[in-house]
């Protein structure tokens, strides 16, 4: 702000800030404080007890409950949404002041978890539990499908070296890869685990498919053995989204095999 006068111009300089003010209990309005600047009057040490733990916090005389909640925050680990205070019986609301209910140096406050908030640990715990044992399920089973690939490649080698095989290892081979099929099935994942479930379904289902077309291929010795025989294995999908092989209509066959012959003279 500027004033000018008759003699010279004299400059003054007024620094305004907008003031805050808050109501206090008892209809008193007064400048709101600032409880981070350091005035806010002198500090009291307020003992807080949480189950069997014990705390010593200093916070200012004329803090409200509110402020006692971020400073405990920082020392058991609780958000202040997450915190119930309790002073002389009675659940103390966040806008309350310390002084006003009769909180002194060394009065005792008792501090516990908000349940509802208790109740979200546990149900995020128990997610954590069954995502970790899905993982555990899928990767027995993943181990399982190891062994199982070896046994493929080790048929389809066989196969292609010109040995016959009988359609029975091809069956039992089948028999055990569906086995995995259903374990996968029975398994509830979220999440990751379940993308790790499904992949798991996809490589049973590529090996099958695999054994349907070498058992195809074997059953028809007079056939190319490049691209003669074309099988494909109908797959059903369980609630869970886990592939199983479907069961043949009465009109339709679920394997299509094509065969060339040769007339000879």
């Known amino acids: ?49 949480h189950g069997s733990c014990h705390y010593d916090t200093s916070v200012p005389a004329q803090s409200t409950f509110g402020d006692l909640k971020k400073v405990l925050a920082h020392e058991i680990g609780l958000e202040p949404k997450e915190q119930r205070l309790l002073f002389r019986g009675k659940e103390r609301e966040d806008d309350e002041y310390l002084h006003m209910v009769g909180v002194k140096d060394m009065s005792k406050v008792i501090l ?28 027995r089973v993943r181990a399982e499908v190891d062994k199982l690939c070896e046994k493929v490649v080790e048929l389809e080698t066989t196969f292609c070296s010109g040995t016959t095989v009988a359609d029975k290892e091809f069956v039992v081979l089948t028999e ?36 349907d077309n070498l058992k195809a291929r074997n059953s028809n010795p007079f ?25 043949p209509f009465p009109t339709q066959s679920a394997t299509k095999v094509t065969q060339d012959w040769e007339l000879f003279d």
């Open 1 to 49: 702000m500027k004033r000018s006068t008759s003699k010279g111009t004299e400059t003054r300089e007024f620094n305004y800030r907008e003031i805050d003010w808050e109501l206090r209990p008892g209809g008193m309005l007064v400048q709101k404080r600032d409880v981070g600047g350091g005035s806010s009057g002198p500090m009291i040490k307020i003992k807080v007890s």
């Open 176 to 211: 055990l890869l569906m086995t995995q099929l259903l374990k996968l099935d029975s398994i509830e994942a979220d999440g990751e685990a379940k993308v790790q479930r499904r992949i798991e379904v996809r490589r049973i289902q590529s090996f099958v498919e695999t054994l």
């Open 112 to 139: 516990f978890e908000d349940p509802a908030s208790k109740e979200r640990k546990l149900e995020e715990m128990k997610r954590n539990q069954g995502t970790f044992e899905a993982y555990e399920a899928v990767a």
């Open 223 to 247: 056939s190319n053995s490049s691209n003669a025989v074309s099988v494909t294995t109908k797959w059903e999908t369980f609630a869970s989204g886990v592939g199983s092989l479907g069961s």
